[in-house]
């Protein structure tokens, strides 16, 4: 069961990657881009911790917090440079 599960997720996830990829490149306005490239880094957390599941190695979910965390401050950052400049 959990295996189905996770071809599942993989497809679910393999959708949001094709989604996310035509939004930042065909998106009309530069906020599109921004929020294509924060689903893709979210994506990318999602399968870090797929990974970490499917090889028993809890290290990986270190990555993935912490590549979480930077991918927050990032787009604040850039939600900050975007309103008003640094």
């Known amino acids: ?20 990829l035509l939004r930042l490149t065909i998106g009309p306005t530069l906020i599109d881009r921004i929020v294509a490239l924060d689903v893709l880094t979210i994506v990318a957390i999602v399968l870090i911790v797929e990974y970490a599941h499917v090889s028993g190695r809890a ?4 990555v993935a917090l912490t590549y979480g965390l930077l991918s927050f401050v990032s787009v604040l950052a ?9």
């Open 78 to 86: 850039v939600a900050r440079y975007i309103e008003r400049g640094l």
């Open 1 to 20: 069961m959990a295996d189905l599960l996770i071809q599942i997720s993989a497809v679910l996830v393999a959708g949001a990657i094709a989604c996310s």
């Open 59 to 62: 290290a990986y979910l270190d």
